[in-house]
């Protein structure tokens, strides 16, 4: 049994997302395992959520690209939201 010189603050490990540079309006392409670690099902959720506490419209879309078939979520901010 080990003794910790102190407690961890958290055993999981959060990402932050630039929200101002995905939500600039230019079409964003985020990668698993490069750009987020989640399903990416759990990312187009977080990334509408955060539009909608920002009121920003958003495009969000999960997909299998390249022969490799890499999951990636595109992300297109489209303005305010109504």
């Known amino acids: 049994m080990r003794v910790l010189a102190e407690f961890p603050l958290d055993g999981v490990r959060r990402r ?15 990668e698993r395992g490069v750009d987020f670690d989640c399903l990416p ?4 959720r977080t990334v509408r959520r955060a539009a909608r506490r920002r009121r920003v419209a958003v495009l969000v879309r999960s997909y299998f690209r390249g022969e490799d ?12 939201s109504r």
């Open 16 to 30: 932050r997302y630039d929200w101002d540079l995905l939500f600039d309006g230019r079409p964003r392409e985020l």
């Open 41 to 44: 099902s759990s990312l187009v």
């Open 69 to 80: 078939r890499r999951a990636v979520v595109a992300v297109e901010a489209l303005g305010p």
